[in-house]
């Protein structure tokens, strides 16, 4: 039988049918990802409270559409807290486990001013299990590289290159500087190698524009 992601992760008949959620741009979360949050706004203070009584601490991220917080997609992903700390200034900061995505039903505010959603899970059942399908590595890390020169990052290119394919593709997907839409697509992607195919082909567009923008200047 196949394995889940990690021991705490819930199984998929434990899922509940409501979900706090957390609408922020650029923020992608992926199943399998990890992401760092500085909860300060009142209303999100209370949505982790609230969230970390509860046996399955999931939180709902999902991107808003051009920046209007009631405009939102309908796929998101779930997050568990997997850590948690406060600050002395009142802050709180987290971290979310990507556990699997959720479609959106409908929505409604809490009396603390947070947004909770009725949610449906179905259709991605599978993201509760790691993806061991092969990639095109060598084509993604040749991207990876000329985008990174452009851009002028740098890189432990020991580590990406002994980082498992599902999690390097996921942690590129995160934190790489894409557009909205541009990360709604890579969390929308069925499967892995869907996924992938669209990573190398936003860092070749986005390469070929810093070049062209390049040759321009010169």
């Known amino acids: 039988m196949a394995t889940t992601r990690g ?6 008949s434990e899922l509940p049918r409501q979900l706090p959620i957390f609408p922020l741009p650029s923020a992608l979360l992926l199943p399998g990802g990890k992401l760092p949050l500085n909860i300060f706004e009142p209303r999100y ?6 969230c970390l009584v509860q046996p399955h601490r999931l939180i709902g991220m999902v991107q808003p559409r051009a920046d209007e917080e009631d405009n939102l997609y309908e796929i998101g992903c779930a997050g568990r ?14 971290t979310l486990s990507g556990t699997l995505r959720y479609r959106l039903l409908d ?20 993201d509760l299990i790691p993806d061991e399908s092969q990639i095109d590595r060598a084509l993604l890390i040749e991207n990876l590289r000329h985008y990174f020169e452009l851009k002028g990052y740098s890189a432990d290119w020991e580590h990406i290159g002994n980082c ?9 997907s995160m934190i790489c500087p894409f557009d909205v839409p541009e990360k709604q697509a890579l969390l929308e992607c069925p499967d892995l190698n869907q996924r992938v195919k669209l990573l ?9 524009a810093d070049d062209d923008e390049s040759t321009a200047k010169h």
Do not use: Q
């Open 7 to 12: 021991p705490f992760e819930p199984e998929f």
């Open 45 to 50: 203070l209370a949505m982790v409270r609230d």
């Open 81 to 94: 807290i997997s850590s948690y700390g406060e600050s002395d200034d009142g802050r709180l900061l987290i």
């Open 107 to 126: 929505i409604h505010e809490v009396e603390d001013g947070y947004k909770m959603a009725n949610v449906s899970w179905i259709d991605f059942k599978n």
């Open 164 to 172: 498992e394919d599902e999690k390097l593709v996921t942690t590129l």
């Open 200 to 208: 190398i082909a936003i860092l070749e567009m986005a390469s070929h």
